[in-house]
């Protein structure tokens, strides 16, 4: 299919406590860490927007590839929390890292987009050639809106996470894609122009923990793979507990679930690809070694990919 050749990321310099964010809905940074596994997350400044964080998440990777934007064939950005609801911020991102000309696609999805464009750059990297795959997220902006939701403002963070897709070698081959969609379920989680996030988060929880389990699954039978067996499982950070949950539901460890989100939080289509980003530098993994990467979001979207070292 293709390979990922490099991994980036990128976090504002803001760090906001859980007391401090605890304190904006009348609770104590132990409510807020008991709720959801979060100690801290990263707001960014007015200035920093989800294209301007995309673009420095892209440079990141790039670099780390050692690879000129210059070579891309695509560009693609995924978001839910962009500022404008068009032109999105993807051809704005590719201006920013010098290569305007360069085809851009916004992937407009929250929470699973960077999967879903992960997905789809490994189809497409053989016929266009080096793909450069970001999920950013300005969530600060949303979870701030008033009436604040107590269950809600205090979940989320900003940045952005980046993964260059490419059609001949690479740290990782990407081997199998599985997605899914369900839009029975679009009011659970839902966001109107200028209102406040609206989340149902006993459905979001429910289906997650049935719905991640079962499209990982899903990818690892068809190539007869044991979920013990994959080495890592990289999923979208959106609550330490339901992190847990899909760990009990596949029989792993939950330390095979890589985790970030005390430090992050919910960074939406950003925290997969960030968590990768961290996850390779701290614990490469041997050559072979089947890679799992899952996200469920709004939609409902959700879905896995299926890697291996190379």
Partial sequence: MAFIRAFGCWLPARVVTSAEAGAWVGADAEWVRGVSGIEERRFASAGETVAAMASRAGLDCLQRAGVEARSLGLVMVASGSAERSFPGPAAEMALLLGIPGTPALDVPMASAGSLFALGLAARLAASVGPILV????????????????RGVAVLFGDGAGAALVTPDHGLLELIDVELASDGAYAADLCLEPGKPLTMNGRSVILQAARKVPAAIRAVLERHAIAPPDVAAFLMHQANQHLIVKIAA???VPAARCYSNIRRYGNT?????????????RESPPAPGAPVVFAAFGAGFHWGAVLARAS
Avoid at 134 to 148: D, N, Q
Avoid at 268 to 280: C, K, T
């Fill in 134 to 149: 970001i999920g950013a997220e300005k969530m600060s902006s949303i979870a701030l809106r008033e009436p604040m939701e």
């Fill in 249 to 251: 539901a596949l029989g």
């Fill in 268 to 280: 939406s289509s950003a925290s997969m690809l960030i968590a990768a980003a961290e996850w390779l």
